[in-house]
């Protein structure tokens, strides 16, 4: 455990800073997921209506620092391509 008083706040902000990540990093994953599924499942109006919802979750973990940008970049990029894929059908 901590001796210091600088090691004890560094282990608090870590921790907290563990929470806010798993936090975005859940609701971002789960924004993708059922993304991917609608479209998988030929919901065309859903899946193009849920699409702006996903980008919007993958830029907050970007401006959050929980994702990498080109990351959320290949995601959306893929998500949008399932989108699309589901609404030619």
């Given at each position: 455990?901590a001796?210091?008083?600088?090691a004890?706040?560094?282990?608090?902000q870590?921790?907290?800073?563990r929470?806010?990540?798993?936090?975005v990093?859940?609701?971002?994953?789960?924004?993708?997921?059922?993304?991917?599924?609608?479209?998988?499942?030929?919901s065309?109006?859903?899946?193009?209506?849920?699409?702006?919802?996903?980008v919007?979750?993958?830029?907050v973990?970007?401006?959050?620092?929980?994702?990498?940008k080109k990351t959320?970049?290949?995601?959306?990029?893929?998500?949008?391509?399932a989108a699309?894929?589901?609404?030619q059908?």
């Open positions: 455990m001796n210091t008083k600088q004890k706040k560094r282990a608090a870590s921790i907290r800073k929470d806010r990540n798993r936090s990093k859940t609701t971002t994953r789960g924004a993708v997921r059922e993304l991917r599924s609608t479209a998988g499942t030929g065309a109006a859903e899946a193009v209506a849920l699409l702006p919802k996903t919007s979750a993958l830029d973990a970007v401006r959050k620092g929980v994702l990498h959320a970049s290949r995601l959306k990029s893929r998500v949008t391509k699309a894929k589901a609404a059908k």
